[in-house]
Nanobody, 127 residues
């Protein structure tokens, strides 16, 4: 059974930074694409960032490009999201998700390509 546990959310002022972490209990973690999505109240869940199974390829939503960095540690089965220069519009529940094995980069932003999801962690950015 796959379990994902996110941590690191909280309240931060605009311009500040947070680091989200996701610990995954899944066999052969190193073969799966991993992603971060977010959902604000009244909005659809949206893509934030994804990283390939090896960590060699990453993809970001335009709204976070240059401010957020996704990384993974396949030895520890973890994926992190470093968020800098946070804005009030980044306020949302952030979800870690396991994608497909060796998936194509063109599928990274499609939430339907992620079968497993964590419970989410709240990020609130005050102005």
């Amino acid at each position: 059974q796959v379990q994902l546990v996110e941590s690191g959310g909280g309240l931060v002022q605009a311009g500040g930074s947070l680091r989200l972490s996701c610990a995954a209990s899944i066999r052969t973690f190193s073969t799966y694409t991993m992603g971060w999505f977010r959902q604000a109240p009244g909005s659809e869940r949206e893509f934030v960032a994804a990283i390939s199974y090896s960590g060699a390829n990453t993809s970001y939503a335009d709204s976070v490009k240059g401010r957020f960095t996704i990384s993974r540690d396949n030895a520890k089965n973890t994926v992190d999201l470093r968020m800098n220069s946070l804005k009030p519009e980044d306020t949302a529940v952030y979800y870690c998700a396991v994608g497909r094995r060796y998936s194509s980069r063109k599928t990274y932003a499609n939430k339907d390509e992620y079968p497993y999801w964590g419970q989410g962690t709240q990020v609130t950015v005050s102005s």
